[in-house]
């Protein structure tokens, strides 16, 4: 999955980049990335990264799905963790492990009508603080931690979900799109109530 | 050695005139609202019952162990150093203190947090800090951690019963044996490791999931997203639960009751019987098109049935009270409060320690997680929203009854073969009116439980 590599297979159709590669190398960058001589302390990088996670976040809170999956890569990973470490997803089923057919998936879902987990649907509002930007090997990679907290309000009471992202951005033609994003919820190991809407 | 538990407690016998709640064609709604009948459950069913607490391979070697629970007692389900298993009450001797705050480890001793007393375990007192300032004798074994009396395996499923007169497991089980050996049976070797957990919840009465575990009525309408969503790109719109569509009572998958509660949802019966016929019909899945033309060019013509190991297997096998095979899943039902429970649809991976995959076991799993993550993100989401608004509608006091009574009094519908099993087109309610049944007469029961302690 190197940000240059050449897309033989439309990705919204077929699942060929999910292979053993894309997991090793899943594994591996989510485990040793948040290194303090690592962190770029520029302000205009961590600004730049920083609005796009925001803009990320207003996107979802306002349900424009289109513009929100036209801030990934084609060949993209949705990934929210079912244990505190992140796991091994070769090997452990997650709460959500979404390749770029399985988000549009979820967004036709959500807009059949028939969802009724989502009809009505959630109102929420997301913060999004404590952003840092690690470098990587890469010059066209970076990876950033945000942390961030959903209120969600549905039917009969508002709640909670907190937690942290990891984000793999990879620059392609000018533009930062984000290739993996993993959702660290922090009770993602503990029973859900309704967990239905994109995080 | 055996304790007889005589304290005041709720007896279920004595609540209700049980045959007015369950009544042939319907239920009262109390039986899904009343905090009293769920404090009765908890010994009528949860505690008289053989309820599943896990998997033996959450606790592979010894002195492994996992938290759980048997009803609301709290459980240290664990594999002693001698590798017996056993269920200890998480509840330390002295106060009450669980003694063990983790979701699984390894340990020889269990030492309680608040004042100190150890444990082996085995639920035997190890020692009590400044034993001089006592002038009991801590050999009595009623210092020592109580335990189910009753815990046995059938085929790496751990149950575990306080009820010294309830069958052996295995006569528990019955006839539902069959369908649990076949589903382990298709697995290299007939095993399964358990390989972490879509964890869900809802605000709801645990029965609401034990009822919707056996019903083909609900599928096209609660799951229509899904449907839709799974064959948005199919060519012939097959994909998944497709064979509910049209005339499903028509269709060869059946529903079946099988005695002491469980049934029996096979679904099997719709799909082609040949090696790729359940790879045809799964769901688009992340890595799907990869794997499975690696596997053919690997494989050739195996690779079809190899690729069935990822394919979800159309069954739902429900053990009565709170265990249930779905597709790949063990699917465990806990009930919280009267109105919330935790329904845990726990990964199944495939072992293939023999090598009988030839080399193929870490990629048909790395595609048997992504199929099994399809139904809990996208199916049983909509079915808790609609148990939700079940027990949200239960609140109208006034109008009483929950009806159940579908394919009931039609000449000929459901069959009753010479084992008992009783057989019905796939959206009957007959599982229902069944499992309700046994459901009352245990209500109706006084079980003496009891717990054990080492001596």
Not at chain 2, 405 to 417: A, F, M, S
Request: aromatic fraction near 10%; hydrophobic fraction near 35%.
């Amino acid at each position: 999955m190197s940000a240059n590599m050449q897309t033989v297979h439309d990705p919204t159709v077929s699942s060929y980049y999910v292979n053993d590669e894309l997991y090793r190398n899943l594994v591996e960058n989510f485990t040793d990335w948040q290194r303090e001589e690592l962190a770029i302390a520029v302000p205009e990088v961590r600004d730049r990264f920083r609005l796009l996670i925001e803009r990320e976040a207003r996107l979802l809170d306002e349900l424009r799905f289109d513009e929100w999956l036209a801030m990934y890569s084609p060949e993209c990973i949705y990934w929210v963790p079912g244990t505190p470490e992140g796991g091994d997803p070769r090997r452990e089923i997650a709460v959500s492990f979404d390749d770029r057919r399985r988000m549009e998936d979820r967004i036709y879902r959500l807009r059949t009508g028939y969802a009724w987990s989502q009809a009505p649907k959630s109102r929420t509002v997301r913060m999004i603080s404590n952003v840092e930007v690690f470098a990587t090997s890469e010059s066209a990679v970076r990876m950033v931690r945000s942390n961030f907290l959903i209120s969600e309000f549905r039917v009969d009471g508002t709640r909670f979900l907190s937690g942290w992202c990891g984000h793999r951005f990879v620059e392609r033609a000018g533009r930062w799109e984000i290739q993996v994003r993993q959702v660290n919820l922090i009770d993602c190991d503990r029973n859900l109530r309704n967990p239905s809407i994109v995080l | 050695m055996l304790e007889k538990l005589n304290a005041s407690r709720i007896e279920g016998a004595d609540l209700y005139d049980w045959d007015e709640l369950v009544q042939e064609d319907r239920v009262h709604r109390l039986i899904y609202t009343d905090p009293a009948i769920f404090t009765a459950e908890m010994t009528n069913i949860f505690g008289a019952v053989w309820v599943y607490l896990g998997h033996e391979s959450q606790i592979p070697a010894n002195d492994d162990y996992i938290t759980v629970r048997l009803g609301l007692r709290p459980i240290i389900l664990l594999r002693d150093s001698q590798g017996k298993i056993r269920a200890l009450f998480n509840r330390c001797a002295h106060r009450g203190t669980t003694l063990c705050r983790k979701d699984k480890g390894s340990a020889r001793i269990f030492t309680c947090p608040y004042h100190g007393w150890s444990y082996l375990n085995t639920g035997k007192l190890r020692a009590v800090p400044w034993p001089d300032g006592y002038a009991c004798d801590f050999n009595d074994a009623k210092y020592n951690v109580a335990q189910v009396p009753r815990v046995d395996s059938y085929r790496g499923f751990i149950f575990a019963t306080l009820n010294p007169d309830a069958p052996s497991l295995i006569d528990y089980l019955g006839a539902i044996t069959k369908p649990i050996d076949e589903w382990l049976d298709r697995q290299p070797k007939g095993r399964i490791r358990v390989c972490e957990a879509n964890r869900l919840k809802y605000k709801g009465n645990w029965k609401l999931a034990y009822d919707n575990s056996g019903d083909g009525y609900h599928v096209v309408f609660s799951h229509r997203s899904l449907l839709e969503m799974e064959n948005r790109q199919a060519d012939v719109a097959n994909k998944g639960m497709s064979y509910y569509k049209g005339s499903p009572d028509t269709a060869p998958m059946y529903i079946a009751y099988m005695g002491n509660g469980h049934h029996f949802k096979d679904k099997r019966p719709n799909i082609q019987k040949r090696a790729g016929g359940l790879w045809a019909v799964e769901g688009p899945a992340p890595g799907s098109e990869h794997y499975a033309e690696a596997l053919r060019r690997r494989f050739g013509a195996k690779a079809e049935e190899i690729l069935d190991l990822a394919s979800s297997e159309p069954v739902n096998i429900n053990v009565f009270p709170n265990f249930s095979l779905l597709g790949n899943h063990i699917q465990v039902f806990e009930p919280i409060s009267v109105d919330e429970t935790n329904v845990t649809w726990y990964g199944t991976a495939v072992v293939d320690e023999d090598d009988t995959l030839r080399g193929a076991v870490d990629e048909i799993n790395a595609l048997r997680m992504r199929t099994q993550e399809q139904f809990p993100n996208f199916g049983e989401v909509d079915d808790l929203a609609n148990f939700e608004e079940i027990q949200r509608g239960l609140a109208c006091q006034e109008d009483e009854w929950i009806y159940m009574h579908r394919g009931l009094g039609i000449p000929g519908r459901v069959k009753t073969d010479d084992n008992g099993i009783i057989t019905a087109p796939a959206t009957d309610e007959v599982f229902m009116r069944e499992y309700i049944k046994e459901w009352k007469r245990l209500m109706k029961a006084t079980p003496k439980l009891v717990v054990q302690r080492e001596p």
